[in-house]
């Protein structure tokens, strides 16, 4: 069963409840034309589960760049086969599109339907805009690999 659900922090990172995993995803202009993704997924205990980075060579504006990470941080889910999660922002746009399952024809729109189209895969999915404290785990992480490498740990 796929739910669909908004919740907001105004402080740092927070455990989830202890059946569900938390993923944080961000994404970092490093360059004019290179973008840095960075996944952080986190138990209920805040162990981390595994740390992923990604760069690719990009000209997207920079809610493009946020649902790219966002898409990142799913598929690595789906591959990991994780149920129940929670995927954490900093950009409010992306989460408050994602919530409302909203697509259009700008940029965003084929990112946001990929989205969308990996959460049934899951069990459950809750949206989370968070502030850039409760996501500086992926933040930096999105900061660290070199052109066209990607790392998962």
Request: aromatic share 8%.
């Amino acid at each position: 069963m796929l739910c669909w659900s908004t919740e907001w922090s105004a402080h740092p990172w927070s455990a989830p409840p202890s059946s569900v995993v938390k993923l944080n995803a961000d994404a970092s202009l490093v360059d004019e034309g290179l973008v840095g993704l960075g996944i952080a997924v986190r138990n209920h205990k805040g162990k981390i589960i595994f740390v992923a980075t990604r760069r690719t060579r990009a000209f997207w504006p920079l809610e493009v760049d946020e649902a790219k990470a966002l898409f990142h941080a799913l598929r690595l889910g789906k591959k990991y086969h994780l149920q129940h999660i929670i995927l954490e922002s900093d950009c409010k746009v992306v989460i408050d599109c994602l919530s409302k399952g909203a697509t259009f024809a700008a940029d965003i729109g084929t990112v946001l339907c990929n989205i969308l189209s990996l959460c049934t895969n899951f069990n459950s999915v809750i949206w989370s805009h968070v502030t850039c404290d409760g996501n500086c785990v992926a933040n930096s992480l999105a900061k660290l690999v070199p052109f066209r490498v990607e790392q998962i740990w």
